[in-house]
């Protein structure tokens, strides 16, 4: 079913994440058990839940699921296609259109001005301010490029319309069980998610790396190589060999080597 | 003799999957705590859990 072992690490993180939604979920409906019978134990209760649940769908989505976007999971389409439907839907987005975002606009385009998904410049040339960027990009720019990008035929916009659809349907469902939870443990956690968690993960990759300097050195991404970062993150610190070689599994990242690591290595070899 | 591939799925091991997990088994954990120390009782969990977080990554 799956095609690597190793990525039963991506469905079992995964599995987690949606049982810790259903938890809080079931908490928020069940007061008497859980505490929750005034005002301020709400709050509190919502307070701690959504950096919790943010932090969680921000890696589910940003990292776990990008993994699927560049290897597919599973061996057959349609496994693939439900679990991109059912897995980006926890940090609200269409898995098509993360997709698209991810692959065919950042990675195809890193760092160039058609690359939307990083944040824009500032007069001096510099990323713009990175709570700027984090309160802007989702969902607004991110929506109104994809827009964009389906009108100018950049996304397929038929696949683009369904996926939305469908998308639409399951995101919602938490609403139809109850609006306010849905509102609180749901829509928020989704807000932290993409402007917290993934916000601040896309700027700190590339951040100075829009230099011309770093240009010329052709350093497009920061490496994060702390080992508890790694094993739980899904080896993304390897941030660089990543974007030179995207079809690399995750798994395979500490062992492979970037361009410039291969080049260095030659040269030491020669030289020896 | 053929030497296998570095790059070959390697075997999974129990403990791998329960530290790279960690994040989401964590939170999991710290809300079903709500059911034994309430609302208050969660909060101050979750704030040791990520100062622990933060000081280890």
């Known amino acids: 079913m799956l095609r690597r072992r190793e990525d039963a690490h991506c469905v079992v993180f995964h599995l987690l994440c949606v049982a810790a939604y259903?938890?809080?979920f079931w908490l928020w409906l069940h007061p008497d058990?859980?505490?929750?019978?005034?005002?301020?134990e709400r709050a509190v209760f919502v307070a701690t839940a959504v950096p919790l649940l943010g932090w969680i769908s921000g890696v589910d989505v940003g990292v776990n699921f990008h993994n699927h976007t560049h290897r597919r999971l599973f061996?057959?389409?349609?496994?693939?296609?439900?679990a991109a439907r059912l897995w980006a839907v926890f940090a609200a987005w269409p898995g098509l259109l993360w997709q698209h975002a991810h692959v065919a606009v950042h990675h195809a385009h890193l760092l160039?001005?058609?690359?939307?998904?990083?944040?824009?410049l500032s007069p001096d040339g510099r990323f713009e301010p990175r709570h700027r960027y984090q309160l802007?990009?989702?969902?607004?720019?991110?929506?109104r490029q994809l827009w964009r990008d389906a009108r100018n035929g950049r996304l397929d916009r038929w696949r683009a319309g369904r996926e939305t659809l469908w998308f639409l349907v399951l995101w919602s469902m938490p609403f139809c069980i109850d609006p306010v939870m849905a509102?609180?443990?749901?829509?928020?956690?989704?807000w932290f998610a993409n402007c917290v968690t993934m916000g601040a993960g896309m700027f700190v990759q590339h951040a100075g790396c829009e230099l011309p300097a770093a240009r010329l050195a052709?350093?497009?991404?920061?490496?994060?190589?702390?080992?508890?970062f790694n094993l739980t993150m899904f080896n993304i610190g390897f941030h660089s060999r990543h974007h030179e070689q995207p079809g690399v599994h995750w798994a395979d990242l500490p062992a492979s080597r970037s361009g410039g690591e291969a080049a260095a290595a030659t040269v030491t070899e020669l030289r020896a | 003799m053929t030497t296998p591939s570095p790059l070959a799925s390697r075997p999974l091991h129990p403990l791998t999957f329960l530290l790279r997990s960690l994040l989401p088994l964590a939170a999991l954990l710290l809300l079903a705590s709500t059911l034994l120390?309430?609302?208050?009782?969660?909060?101050?969990?979750?704030?040791?859990?990520?100062?622990t977080v933060a000081r280890i990554g």
């Not at chain 1, 061996?75 to 439900?82: A, G």
């Not at chain 1, 802007?136 to 929506?143: F, K």
């Not at chain 1, 509102?183 to 989704?190: M, N, S, T």
């Not at chain 1, 052709?218 to 508890?228: C, E, G, L, Q």
């Open chain 1, 22 to 24: 259903a938890a809080a």
């Open chain 1, 33 to 40: 058990v859980a505490g929750l019978h005034g005002l301020p």
């Open chain 1, 75 to 82: 061996d057959v389409d349609w496994q693939n296609r439900w």
């Open chain 1, 112 to 120: 160039q001005p058609r690359d939307w998904t990083l944040p824009r």
């Open chain 1, 136 to 143: 802007l990009h989702w969902p607004w720019r991110s929506t």
């Open chain 1, 183 to 190: 509102l609180w443990l749901w829509l928020l956690p989704h």
């Open chain 1, 218 to 228: 052709r350093h497009h991404s920061n490496d994060f190589p702390s080992p508890f």
């Open chain 2, 37 to 51: 120390w309430g609302p208050y009782g969660f909060c101050l969990a979750t704030l040791c859990w990520w100062r």
